[in-house]
């Protein structure tokens, strides 16, 4: 149990609930019986955590938050499911995150960062470093590959997948897959080009980016479908694990992959421009 200092003496704790002694919790909390917190994490005013749900270490949970409460699912029947949430992850204001429907959890990665109002419904995986903008909106199985940014009031439908290092620009909203290492826009959500930035800013290499940069200019602007492109990227690129990574992706999507922009909008590079700027600049 965690120290009497560090708990507000309005906070409400379950009997059976796991606490590391350095819990910070912070008045009007409330935690159910089957929570377990990590050390060093902070739970501020007014949080409700419950189901059976894992919070990892050094997390900073703020007013407000909701965790492992019963998923918005008609077909949720009271399982015993939860949410398991990594190390230093940043919880902001009244952040949903619901406990997954027949089994198992809901899964949030390490050093996630989630703004106010964001919802994660049931049974979605969330990768490593993910950050989503307020009112961010995942539905029911989504999963998000690690480093994906997403800006304010983006909504994913059900069981879609967003890949590693998507930029997902304001607004989005997608019924379909945005294939990794992409900046993806609109509502439908289409890919307007190639997350340069976040690639750099993860240390990619100029020669993985530029085998990206051929994945995707077969995959958009050959004239070939799907299954074509993918051959022709395997004959003609380099197999880095990332070109191999963007294959699979088109090749397993059961929802099919977001389309590219067929206009250029004033004050916007189209995909076509990105895709055939040199190397260096790319």
Request: net charge negative; with cysteine.
């Amino acid at each position: 149990m965690t120290s009497l200092s560090l708990i507000h003496k309005t906070a409400i704790i379950a009997e059976g609930a796991q606490i590391h002694e350095t819990v910070d919790i912070g008045p009007y909390a409330v935690i159910g019986p089957n929570v377990k917190v990590g050390a060093g994490t902070k739970i501020g005013a007014h949080v409700v955590i419950d189901g059976h749900t894992t919070i990892g270490e050094n997390c900073h949970i703020f007013a407000g938050a909701a965790i492992g409460l019963e998923p918005q699912d008609l077909k949720y029947k009271n399982e015993a499911t939860g949410v398991v949430i990594g190390n230093n992850c940043v919880i902001r204001e009244y952040v949903t995150i619901h406990r997954a429907t027949h089994e198992g959890n809901t899964i949030i990665g390490d050093n996630c960062f989630l703004m106010n109002y964001t919802h994660i419904a049931h049974n979605c995986v969330v990768g490593n470093a993910v950050i989503m903008a307020n009112a961010t909106t995942l539905a029911g199985h989504v999963e998000v590959g690690d480093g994906s940014v997403f800006a304010g009031m983006v909504v994913m439908h059900q069981h879609t997948k967003v890949g590693r290092f998507c930029m997902v620009g304001g607004m989005t909203g997608s019924r379909v897959d945005l294939p990794p290492f992409t900046l993806t826009d609109g509502r439908p959500a289409m890919v307007r080009g190639i997350n340069v930035i976040g690639l750099r800013r993860n240390k990619m290499g100029p020669d993985k980016r530029a085998a990206i940069k051929k994945c995707y200019k077969l995959l958009y602007r050959s004239g070939l479908n799907h299954s074509q492109a993918i051959a022709k990227i395997q004959e003609e690129v380099e197999q880095f694990e990332e070109v191999k990574e963007v294959c699979d992706f088109f090749a397993n999507s059961k929802r099919g992959v977001a389309p590219t922009f067929g206009d250029v909008k004033e004050g916007t590079r189209e995909l076509g421009e990105v895709l055939d700027a040199p190397v260096d600049e790319f």
